[in-house]
Each structure stands twice: as structure tokens, then as C-alpha cells.
């Protein structure tokens, strides 16, 4: 737990905050709605206690700018990704956020804590949200204050990423706050595509390949005519029932026949890959109403505590990682129905790689269940690791699971730039095995 | 030594929180806000934005207590009582019944009084003035039923009003402008007099459990006595004392509970309710009470009463119905364990009333009514039974 908790409201508290844990040399570890899957790390352990600042970015929520010539907007870290949503979806705009629990998410926060900058509701088409992030305004550790992007130049605005030299807007994406604490974050506008349209095929439960071979072919059209693109499918055996795969995808236009023509597309594909077992299941029809209705109610909170290991695969590495996931799920949970549950699998297209989730659940009043389905999570993820994928969503186990596969000379980089933003380790020292000798 | 016994049996509860957050703030389609986020939490709100505010933060506390990692202390005793439990986070989580966040504070509270260490001060003032007086102002008992002189209301009858502790000290006008109003519309009205104690509303959720099952044992049997079938009370925290905490506690009493909003529109509708006049307002908005609303469902019989007046136009506030802010008074938890706090609550909502253009602002709840006139002065504030009874041209 931190020992102190500090909610500055400008960037100029938020530096002489910082200036004063540097002079100090007490830890800041930034926060955003709090929601990263596994948690911070306000010290070396859960066990040890350590006089830990918890910086809350929440009450910096501003929408400073709105600039529809130049098609950016800069807002205030603290701002959640629904609220900047909806005020520009009143005048007809539109920024990659998140799909996920945006009502909490902040913009710093997943800036921040996802690396690739997170994925929003154009997640297939799109993929990671990193491209669209313009610059930040930034508070290094010893407590300067720098803006990356086109205000190098002081006499500019903020309207361009890549400029005088090296990108450093990307320095502060998926960093999880160890170079300093995101302030301020400018994103590309885009107009709002207020038409849209599901649909979906059913493949039946044996027939993975064929449902895969369909997506793939569908992930490859070169025009990315699906914003989301997912095969929805069983978990393991030996915990879930038998479901079919659905192929579903939801398509966004300008208008209802753009919206008609990329659904043509996808039936066309369909048709000529690998016919599935039914055109509209029950199942799609239940997603369709879903995706429509709550696009950002995704929190499963009736089904418990959730471990969601979500690898994101090289498209050609996937279905290998699908299968021998699940056998390794099957073998590992045969003897735990009842107490863990799995919400089946998904595989997510993802730009060009795809984004893979096997959900369990379980009740954290079973501290046997919890254990279990921890370490089953672990697994997951080492297998994924030795497999090739990576992991988007940084958090404090994750991200030491991944560093702990870096390779030395690559570590020894992260740490050298660390060490000179950053000698005294204040900024969220405890994470990506950096404080480790 | 705190045994944990209550907070024991919500154990899979207080596990059961998936950490999203909606309980602090959300957005939510159905609410058209001026900002689309909208607050949740009123205490998280007004008190600086802590996590120990908000119901997340408060179920991470429960966790702690339950492994042994965290100890009930003063400070922490403060958190859980400076709570209207006004269950706006209960109706965002929408996870019910797994998750019902207040049921746990409440299961905490019991745990904190069985062990000694609660409540605080002033809720442990108002439960002498119950257990001594049988009212949370320390009236005298005599004194209780004075709002009925010259009704010569009978103390046996079919329908039985009750009045509770506000209307039978406080606000009398409630209490007078209610009888009347069912008089006039034709039903005769018993009452129990000096015999009606407290519904044991701020027990039930300070924690002082025995205290109020024994005041609720006494209300009970008496109402039973009088041979009431029907009990019809103007009090939002009454009606939710005996909708709820009675019934999960005794089942069935063999009496329905009613409030007087739906007795009012079902008259309405049945043409036993005229009204001869009106308001002297002619915009007026609704302030849906937590208890009323959110703990028993009441929404639309207000509503349908304060529509059916004429001249009277109804302006909903921005947050109204199931997402209504609450005023800040709650079984006066936030007033006695920090009164500013629930005035600048009720400050706020007296703002989002006002945004409204409305003149008046009605509600079916007397603490409520206390709670945002206390905070603010210049916009009227009406019970719904003074208001309809005004504008039945009633003499009361
Ligand atoms: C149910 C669920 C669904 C999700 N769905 C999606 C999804 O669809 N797409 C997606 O991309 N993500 C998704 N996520 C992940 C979520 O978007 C990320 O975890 C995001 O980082 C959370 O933002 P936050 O504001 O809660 O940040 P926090 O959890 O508070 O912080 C995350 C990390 O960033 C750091 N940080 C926060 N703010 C700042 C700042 N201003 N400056 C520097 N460092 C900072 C923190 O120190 C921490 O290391 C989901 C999460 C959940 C729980």
C-alpha cells in the first residue's frame, strides 16, 4: 500500500511533487482509474512496506483543446476515455480508447499502462492506438516539465508526431510510468462512423481450423473493413461444455450501404473459405445484441474475480497457441469445475496480430481457486512467452514475467535510459524487474 | 476483539468485486448529464476522491479485515459510517445479488457494535434518544402524537398510518396534510398514537441491530393489535424499514406496507382524489428519496401524482429515478458523522434542482426534505403530501 496519496491538479503541482520525492528519493508510482489487470507495486513486495507516493492523475480531467482543421485534441491525463468520447461524439467525432471498462480507464492510463497505447472499439481495424497518439506533455523525474511531437518547437502547436529527430512521444507509451508522469496527451481525430453492423457464422465445435482458416482470410482483406473481428469459442474441456467457434465481426460506415458493402464482403469471404455450420446462430444473435447496446460494459462483474491471460500472437503463430493453450488448460483444471469457470476463449484480430483471451473466473472467497487459477494464468502466459506472443496490458506481473525473458543486453538498454532520466529510481521503481541487480 | 461474525456471512460478497470502478463514476446512455460522467459515489465525490470512499476501495477494506490484515480502527470506523448507503454504486455495479455493496457496510457496522467500538458519538446519541424515547429527536413520548389533535382518529382500523419520527415532531404538516388527504379521498385512518415508536431506520444501519428489532418487535405487535391490513406510511426510511429490514427479518407480518405515493395515485386514478387548486408554482422537479427509490423500487407514483396536478409542470433533473443523487441525509450517517459533508451534498443536488428552472422541489421523504432545505434556502421545498393536499384545497 502507498504510503502517501497526492491528487495534484495541474502539471505544475505534479512537478514540484516530483521534485520533491526526487530531493527525497521517495517512489512515485502513478495511477491512473486503478483497473490495470494485475495491480501496481507500491513497494518490492506485497510484504514490505515502504513509504510509497500514489500519484492520482483523476482530478486532471480537462479537454483543453479540440482543433477539428488540424484533427487533434489534447486533454488532461486524469480524463476517462468515456467521458473524452462522448463529448466529441456530440459533435460527431471520434479517439481510439479502449473497448474495455472505459468509464474508470483514463486516457494517461492507458497511454501508460498498455503497451501499443491500447486498443478502442476500432480494435481489429485499427489495431494498437499507438499510431494515433500525437504527443504528451510530460514530467520527467527530476521534475522537468517536456513536450514531444511538433512542440519541440516552442513556437508550435501540438499537430505532429515525428520530428527534430528521434519519436519520443513512443518513450512514454506502455512505459508504466518509469520515465515520468504523462500529464497531458494530444490524439488524432477522427469523424465518427455512426452507421454500424454485426453479423456472424457459427463453425461447430471440432471444426477450429476451418473457423480459423475463415478469420485469417477475413483479417487479410487489405482494405480492414472490420473494426472488430473475433472468433468466439469454447474453453477447456474438462470445465466448460462443448460450444461452436463463431466467427462474428461488427463493421462501421459513413453511411448504411458502406455498412451493407463490408458485410457483403465478410459473407463473401466466408462463402468462398469454409462454409460454416449456420449463417445466424443464436449465439450471434445474443453478441449482436450485446455489442450494440454496451460497447463499453464489458466488466464481467456477476461472474466473479476474472484471470484473463490475453496473449497477442503473430497471426501465423495463433491457432498453434489457441490449441495448445486449451490442451493445457483441459489438463491443468481437470478436477477444479465447479470452482473455476471459464468464460471460453476468443481470438481478437488486432491490426495485423491477433489479440487471443482465454477468460477463467473464479470466487476470491476460494483461496484454493484463487491459488489454482493464478498459477494456471502463469502457465498461460510462459507458455505463450516460449511460443512467440507478447502481452499488451503491463502490469506489475506481467510486465516481470516478460522481463524476465529480455535478453541481458536489452535490459541493460531499458536500464541505462532509466538511470539517466531517472538516478534515483523514483518513478515506478518496482516494476519490468528494473530495481533487480 | 471484533469477531466478524456479520461480515463473515457476506464473505463471498465482499469478494466478489471485479475492481471496474463504476462504483466512483460512470457514464451511462440512459442518464443525459451535462458531463457525461457522472458522479456515483457521493461521498468519493465530496471528500476528495479516495478510494476508501467508494465502494471498490471500501470492499479491498472488507478483504483486509476478513484476512486479519487490517484492524477496525477510529479512522476506519469513520469510513464506514460516513455513508448515506444510498446504493447508487448497487444500482451501476448492477451485480446483484452477488454484489450489494451496502449490505456489507452494514454487516461491518453490526460487527463494530457487537465489539464495542461503535457507533460514533452521535449515532450512539440518536440510539439512546430511540431506546429511551423511542424517537431519534429525544422528544418527549407524550408528545409524539400531538400532529393528531382534533382528528379524533381511531387507534383500530383496516388501514393504519404511521406517521415516524419527522412527521410526528418535526414536521406535523406531513402527518396532518396525509390524513387528510385519505380522509377526503374516503378511507377511514387509524393510528397508533403514543404507542408508535421509531421504525429503527438509523439502527439498521448504524449497526445497533438488537436496538432496532426490538423497537420494529414493538411496531410490529401493535400494528398487529390494531388489526390493520394495510400500513400506509409518507416516510421513504419508514417504508424502507418495514419493507425491507422487517420483512427480511420476520418474513411475512400480515399487514402489507404501502407508501402513501402509491395509495395516492391509485385514488387519483379512481377519481377519489380531486384536486381544487394547485401550486403556487407552476415548475416544479422531483427528488427521488434512496430509500424510497432505490431500496423499494417507487418511481413512477410520484410522478403520476405530481403530473396529474394542474398548472403544475414536472422538469426532471438530470440525475433523477435510479440514478438520482442522493441528498446526503441517509439515515443520518454522513449528517452525524460529518454535517458539512452532507450539506455540501445536498447543496449539490439543490444546484442540479435549480438547473432544472423549477421553483419547488418535491419529495416523499421528510429527512430528505430536511436535508436540502438545511443546505439551501430560496427554492421551496415540499413533502408530496403537503403538496398534494395544497393543491386539493385542503384546510389542514
Ligand atoms: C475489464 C477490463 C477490460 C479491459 N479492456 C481493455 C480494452 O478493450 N483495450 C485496452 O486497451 N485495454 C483494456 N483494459 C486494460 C486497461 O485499459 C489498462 O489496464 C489501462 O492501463 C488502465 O488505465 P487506468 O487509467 O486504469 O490506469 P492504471 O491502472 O491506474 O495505471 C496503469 C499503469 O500506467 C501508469 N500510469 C497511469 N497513469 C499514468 C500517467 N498519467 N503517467 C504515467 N504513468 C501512468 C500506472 O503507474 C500503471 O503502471 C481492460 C481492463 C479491464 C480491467
Redesign the interface.
Known amino acids: 500500500m502507498p504510503g502517501i496519496i497526492v491528487k495534484p491538479v495541474t502539471t505544475d503541482e505534479v512537478s514540484q511533487i516530483v521534485k520533491l520525492a526526487n530531493r527525497e528519493k521517495i517512489p512515485i508510482v502513478p495511477r491512473g482509474g486503478g483497473t490495470t489487470y494485475g495491480g501496481t507495486a507500491y513497494s518490492r513486495s506485497p510484504e514490505e512496506s515502504s513509504l510509497t507516493i500514489c500519484m492520482d492523475l483523476t482530478r486532471m480531467r480537462k479537454m483543453l483543446n479540440i482543433n477539428e482543421v488540424n484533427r487533434t485534441v489534447t486533454v488532461e491525463a486524469g480524463i476517462t476515455c468515456t467521458e473524452l468520447e462522448t463529448r466529441l461524439r456530440r459533435r460527431g467525432l471520434y479517439v481510439h480508447t479502449v473497448y474495455g471498462p472505459a468509464d474508470s480507464v483514463t486516457v494517461g492510463g492507458v497511454i501508460s499502462g498498455v503497451c501499443g497505447g491500447g486498443g478502442g472499439q476500432m480494435f481489429s481495424s485499427a489495431g494498437n492506438n499507438g499510431p494515433y497518439f500525437i504527443g504528451v506533455k510530460a514530467v520527467l523525474p527530476n521534475g522537468d516539465v517536456i513536450e514531444t511531437g511538433t512542440r519541440t518547437n516552442a513556437q508550435a502547436s501540438m499537430f505532429g508526431r515525428v520530428c527534430h529527430g528521434p519519436d519520443m512521444t513512443g518513450l512514454f507509451i506502455g512505459h508504466m510510468g518509469i520515465f515520468g508522469v504523462t500529464t497531458e496527451v494530444t490524439l488524432q481525430l477522427f469523424d465518427w462512423p455512426s452507421y454500424e453492423g454485426v453479423g456472424g457464422v457459427a463453425y461447430d465445435y471440432e471444426n477450429l481450423d476451418d473457423a480459423h482458416k475463415a478469420f485469417t482470410a477475413l483479417a487479410a482483406h487489405p482494405a480492414r473493413p472490420f473494426s472488430l473481428l473475433g472468433l468466439i469459442g469454447p474453453g477447456p474441456e474438462s470445465i466448460m461444455r462443448r460450444i461452436d467457434w463463431t466467427l462474428f465481426y461488427k463493421v462501421h460506415g459513413f453511411s448504411q450501404e458502406e455498412v451493407d458493402q463490408k458485410s457483403k464482403i465478410a459473407s463473401e469471404i466466408i462463402a468462398h473459405t469454409a462454409q460454416p455450420k449456420e449463417w445466424d446462430s443464436d449465439f450471434v444473435r445474443i453478441l449482436q445484441k450485446r455489442s450494440l447496446l454496451h460497447p463499453h460494459d464489458v466488466s464481467p462483474r456477476k461472474m466473479g474475480m476474472w484471470s484473463y491471460p490475453e496473449p497477442c500472437c503473430p497471426r501465423d503463430g495463433t491457432l498453434g497457441i489457441v490449441k495448445a493453450t486449451l490442451e493445457l488448460m483441459n489438463g491443468e483444471l481437470e478436477s477444479w469445475g465447479g470452482r473455476i469457470k471459464s468464460a471460453g476463449s476468443a481470438v481478437w484480430m488486432h491490426g495485423d496480430q491477433d489479440y487471443v483471451s482465454f477468460p477463467l473466473h473464479h470466487k476470491e472467497s476460494d483461496p484454493e481457486a484463487r491459488e489454482k487459477a493464478l498459477d494456471v494464468w502463469k502457465k498461460i502466459i510462459d507458455l505463450a512467452l516460449e511460443q512467440g506472443a507478447n502481452f499488451l496490458v503491463m502490469d506489475k506481473h506481467i510486465g516481470d514475467m516478460c522481463a524476465a525473458r529480455f535478453p541481458p543486453e536489452y535490459h541493460d538498454f531499458l536500464r541505462t535510459i532509466k538511470k539517466s532520466l531517472d538516478p534515483n529510481n523514483i518513478m515506478n521503481p518496482y516494476v519490468l524487474l528494473l530495481s533487480e541487480d | 476483539m471484533v469477531n466478524n461474525e456479520r461480515l463473515n456471512e457476506f ?2 460478497m ?3 468485486c ?5 462504483c ?4 451511462s446512455d440512459d442518464v443525459p448529464t451535462k ?3 457522472f458522479g456515483v459515489c457521493p461521498i468519493w465525490e465530496h471528500n ?4 476508501h470512499h467508494c465502494s ?1 476501495g471500501k470492499l479491498q477494506i472488507a ?1 483486509g479485515i476478513l484476512e486479519g490484515r487490517l484492524q477496525y480502527s477510529e479512522e476506519l470506523i469513520d469510513v464506514l459510517y460516513t455513508d448515506p448507503d444510498c446504493r447508487l454504486c448497487s444500482w451501476v ?3 446483484e445479488p ?2 450489494d455493496p451496502p449490505k456489507i457496510w452494514q454487516a461491518m457496522r453490526q460487527d463494530i457494535v457487537s465489539a464495542g467500538l461503535g457507533p460514533p458519538k452521535k449515532l450512539k446519541e440518536i440510539d439512546s434518544r430511540v431506546k429511551e424515547r423511542h424517537n431519534v429527536f429525544g422528544g418527549k413520548p407524550e408528545l409524539r402524537d400531538r400532529w393528531a389533535e382534533g382528528l379524533n382518529l381511531p387507534t383500530e382500523g383496516v388501514v393504519l398510518y404511521f406517521a415516524g419520527c419527522y412527521a410526528s415532531y418535526t414536521q406535523p404538516e406531513i402527518a396532518r396534510s396525509t390524513v387528510a388527504i385519505l380522509r377526503e379521498a374516503g378511507i377511514e385512518i387509524a393510528y397508533l398514537a403514543g404507542e408508535e415508536w421509531c421504525c429503527g431506520v438509523v439502527q439498521f444501519h448504524d449497526g445497533s441491530i438488537s436496538l432496532a428489532e426490538d423497537v420494529a418487535r414493538h411496531n410490529i405487535e401493535m400494528i398487529r393489535a390494531s388489526g390493520a391490513k394495510t400500513v400506509v406510511t409518507a416516510c421513504a426510511e419508514c417504508y424502507k424499514s418495514f419493507k425491507v429490514d422487517y420483512a427480511e427479518i420476520w418474513g411475512e407480518t400480515g399487514f402489507e406496507v404501502v407508501h402513501v405515493s402509491e395509495m395516492m395515485s391509485g385514488l387519483i386514478s379512481e377519481g377519489k382524489i380531486v384536486f381544487k387548486s394547485s401550486l403556487p408554482e407552476s415548475r416544479v422537479t422531483f427528488h427521488d428519496p434512496c430509500r424510497l427509490g432505490r431500496y423499494c423500487g417507487v418511481y413512477d407514483p410520484p410522478r403520476n401524482i405530481i403530473e396529474s396536478i394542474p398548472g403544475i409542470e414536472l422538469k426532471e433533473m438530470l440525475r433523477h429515478r435510479e440514478y438520482a443523487w442522493c441528498c446526503g441525509g441517509g439515515a443520518d450517517l454522513v449528517p452525524s458523522m460529518n454535517s458539512e459533508l452532507a450539506t455540501e451534498i445536498a447543496a449539490g443536488r439543490m444546484a442540479e434542482a435549480k438547473e432544472t428552472g423549477a421553483e419547488a422541489i418535491i419529495t416523499s421523504c421528510p429527512r430528505c426534505a430536511n436535508t436540502l432545505r438545511d443546505a439551501e434556502e430560496g427554492i421551496k421545498v415540499y413533502d408530496l403530501s403537503v403538496a398534494v393536499a395544497q393543491a386539493m384545497g385542503l384546510n389542514v
Open positions: 464473505r463471498e465482499a469478494y466478489a471485479t475492481r471496474c470502478g463504476y466512483r463514476e460512470k457514464y458531463t457525461p460522467a476528495g476522491g479516495f478510494e471498490r478483504q455495479c448492477n451485480a452477488v454484489l
